[in-house]
């Protein structure tokens, strides 16, 4: 199948449909990490009706910029109306793509405005359902695609913490005992928080490959 993932600098998704015998691209306007000739550095909007050669896409997975869409940052936009503008702007990328001339698609992005703005969401995952050992409430957009099996086997166990009301909740390694992400400020960090975790590109590779 020819298939784009829009929206991926990391090569993860890509490679995962790669190693199963895809004709799979990725796009961003970053260069790849892995450098891979198969990366289209640029605008995916140019990309989105033809790919190298001509192709027509089968199927594409996206992954538009969540900044001004998650839930945790839209409390900003009453005080603030260039922030507000700027989730108008990421609110009409992410309809672009879904009217994009393609097979099918799966858009993901986390609990955020696209929800209440223009759908909800098929499904609903976490990365530690895909035997990765972290947790990140997932959105998945999906058309003319199944949803994810999940497979209870490759489920990874968190650890268990007893809070200061006497609850017992179940965290992962990039959480801190009372929920939040673990990751510190530093110049990468909205890279390393984007990244696709492993476990669910090959999940999206298996399932719609
Ligand atoms: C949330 S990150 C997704 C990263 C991805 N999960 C990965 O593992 O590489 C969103 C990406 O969208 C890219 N982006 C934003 N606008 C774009 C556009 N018009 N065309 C292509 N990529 C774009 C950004 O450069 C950023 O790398």
Redesign the pocket.
């Known amino acids: 199948m020819d298939v784009l993932i829009?929206?991926?600098?990391?090569?993860?998704?890509r490679e995962a449909f790669r190693r199963r015998g895809h004709n799979a691209w990725?796009?961003?306007?970053?260069p790849a990490?892995d450098a891979s000739p198969h990366h289209l550095v640029?605008?995916?909007?140019d990309w989105l009706a033809r790919g190298p050669d001509g192709v027509t896409w089968d199927v594409m997975v996206a992954?538009?910029?969540?900044t001004y869409l998650t839930v945790s940052g839209l409390h900003w936009n009453t005080r603030d109306p260039a922030r507000a503008r700027e989730t108008e702007s990421a609110l009409a990328?992410v309809r672009e793509l879904m009217a994009a001339p393609v097979g099918a698609y799966a858009l993901?992005n986390p609990v955020g405005c696209i929800s209440s703005r223009i759908r909800k969401p098929d499904q609903i995952v976490q990365p530690y359902q895909f035997g990765d050992d972290a947790s990140k409430a997932t959105c998945l957009w999906l058309k003319n695609l199944p949803k994810l099996r999940i497979v209870p086997a490759l489920r990874y166990p968190g650890r268990m913490v007893t809070l200061a009301d006497g609850k017992v909740v179940e965290r992962w390694s990039n959480q801190t005992d009372s929920g939040q992400n673990r990751l510190g400020p530093s110049e990468d960090r909205w890279?390393l928080r984007?990244?696709?975790y492993p476990g669910i590109a090959e999940a999206f590779a298996e399932n719609w490959g």
């Open positions: 829009a929206c991926e600098f990391s090569g993860r998704v990725s796009c961003d306007l970053l990490d640029g605008d995916v909007r992954h538009p910029p969540c990328f993901e890279k984007s990244l696709t």
